[in-house]
């Protein structure tokens, strides 16, 4: 069978075959028959936009792998930074490599005084900590202006050290400023996730020792949002950094996609939803309204795994841990009673929708005292590692820069007719 489509155009008779190669036929070839006919593809549903090899995810099997590496054994013996050098690099660092990486990312911690001084602290009191992430790391491109020399590989990795450490000290001043409470200086003695937790919640004391199992329930949670392909604010890295604009201003625009309640608002969504059910009794009333067509059981659902998200397996574990130490969040039982209603349910087996990765990441963090505000920021943090490692991948695939096609369909020509006479 011979692995190839054949196109014909109706209107001429002419044909042209297409080999399918890795699942997909080139849209270049198409156009060599049809110049002037477009694919007509509002989001992407059934384009491929890149080749790409820094992951891989099978929907229907509910399969994760980083470089080839199951997000399973990754979230069970790595770290965070070991992922985001994976990613990176493509490879995993020899233990010389890696000592170098950590040190290199933890010395790339601290942001400029005036970042935090003049910018960080003009905003307004009851700023969004998202809204603050995503302006500071745009601002990042004014304090290392040679951060544009984007081809010149010492500079550009230096960029993507900077962006990967400083993400968290950015992070946490902004939650710090929107409670009103002091800056907390990084601490290059903590690991990259007690770090975080450290300037998130010291206060008076001269160090602060996160608990080993949250610090570690962090870095999982780090690990399992580091990368994920094609989806909305990575292919946001890609377009906008095919312009060949620096990294920051570039994460800056995928930040700003992973903002959207659609994309990185998700877990927040889900709590409020627990929330508003408000006990195990009122779970098949939500699920009876669900299915007949009254909003939708967040949590639930995922355009490409049609099958239990292999994420969301991982977190359940990672609950448990936490819920340990801080006691458990009193929505737990009421997502596992959903949970165990949709996946018995004929609606929801029909459609094939599991839970996704934030259907319990939220629930961990609000046990941990996040504000709900931070969540997107806590997504934003690793998923930097997935978004530089595939603006890396584009700038050295020399990708053209990002910029489709339209159908138009507005009005025809027309004479413009002056204010007076209309
Ligand atoms: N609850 C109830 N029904 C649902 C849900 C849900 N969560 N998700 C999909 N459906 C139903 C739809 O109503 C539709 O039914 P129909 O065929 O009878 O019309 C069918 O399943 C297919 O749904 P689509 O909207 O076509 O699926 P799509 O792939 O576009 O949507 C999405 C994926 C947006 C994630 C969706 O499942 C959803 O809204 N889920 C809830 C929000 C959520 O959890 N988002 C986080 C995603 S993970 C992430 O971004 C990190």
């Keep these: 069978m011979a692995e190839s489509i054949t196109i014909t155009d109706n209107r001429t008779g002419e044909s042209i075959e297409i080999p399918i190669v890795?699942?997909?036929?080139?849209?270049?070839?198409?156009?060599?028959?049809?110049?002037?006919?477009?694919?007509?593809?509002?989001?992407?549903?059934?384009?491929?936009?890149?080749?790409?090899?820094?992951?891989?995810?099978?929907?229907?099997?509910?399969?994760?792998?980083?470089?080839?590496y199951p997000i399973e054994q990754l979230a069970e013996q790595s770290t965070y930074l070991e992922v985001a050098y994976l990613l990176l690099h493509g490879e995993l660092p020899t233990r010389d490599e890696f000592d170098e990486w950590v040190h290199e990312i933890t010395y790339h911690t601290f942001i400029h005084e005036n970042v935090r001084k003049r910018f960080l602290e003009g905003f307004h009191y009851d700023a969004h900590p998202m809204g603050i992430l995503v302006s500071a790391v745009a601002a990042l491109s004014t304090f290392y202006p040679e951060a544009k020399h984007i081809f010149d590989p010492e500079i550009r990795y230096k960029q993507m050290i900077r962006l990967i450490a400083k993400m968290p000290t950015l992070a946490a001043a902004a939650h710090r400023f929107s409670v009103g409470m002091p800056f907390v200086y990084p601490d290059n003695s903590l690991s990259f996730p007690a770090n975080f937790l450290s300037m998130m919640w010291k206060t008076a004391e001269p160090r602060f020792d996160a608990n080993p199992a949250l610090a570690r329930a962090v870095d999982v949670l780090f690990m399992l949002h580091a990368e994920h392909e094609q989806n909305c604010s990575t292919t946001a890295m890609r377009v906008v950094g095919s312009s060949h604009v620096d990294p920051y201003s570039a994460c800056a625009a995928a930040a700003a996609a992973l903002y959207g309640p659609r994309h990185g608002g998700a877990n927040e969504t889900v709590i409020r939803m627990l929330s508003e059910i408000g006990s195990l009794e009122a779970v098949p009333d939500f699920i009876k309204a669900v299915k007949e067509g009254h909003g939708r059981l967040q949590g639930f659902g995922h355009r490409v795994y049609k099958n239990y998200d292999p994420r969301a397996k991982?977190?359940?574990?990672?609950?448990?841990?936490?819920?340990?130490?801080?006691?458990?969040?009193?929505?737990?039982?009421?997502?596992?009673?959903?949970?165990?209603?949709?996946?018995?349910?004929?609606?929801?087996?029909?459609?094939?929708?599991y839970p996704n990765v934030d259907f319990y990441s939220g629930l961990i963090y609000q046990a941990m005292e996040f504000p709900l505000e931070m969540f997107p920021v806590l997504f934003a943090i690793p998923r930097t590692a997935g978004w530089l490692a595939h603006w890396v991948e584009m700038l050295d695939q020399d990708t053209k820069i990002a910029r489709p096609r339209q159908l138009y369909t507005g009005q025809p020509r027309r004479d413009y007719v002056p204010v007076e006479s209309r």
Aim: hydrophobic share 45%; no cysteine; proline share 3%.
């Design 22 to 68: 890795d699942g997909g036929v080139a849209a270049t070839e198409w156009e060599k028959l049809l110049p002037g006919v477009w694919f007509y593809d509002p989001a992407f549903m059934t384009t491929a936009a890149a080749e790409s090899s820094v992951s891989y995810i099978d929907g229907d099997a509910g399969k994760l792998e980083y470089r080839g």
């Design 314 to 353: 991982i977190i359940r574990r990672v609950a448990y841990d936490v819920f340990e130490v801080t006691g458990k969040n009193p929505l737990l039982d009421i997502a596992l009673k959903l949970e165990e209603t949709a996946l018995e349910d004929d609606y929801f087996i029909a459609r094939k929708l």
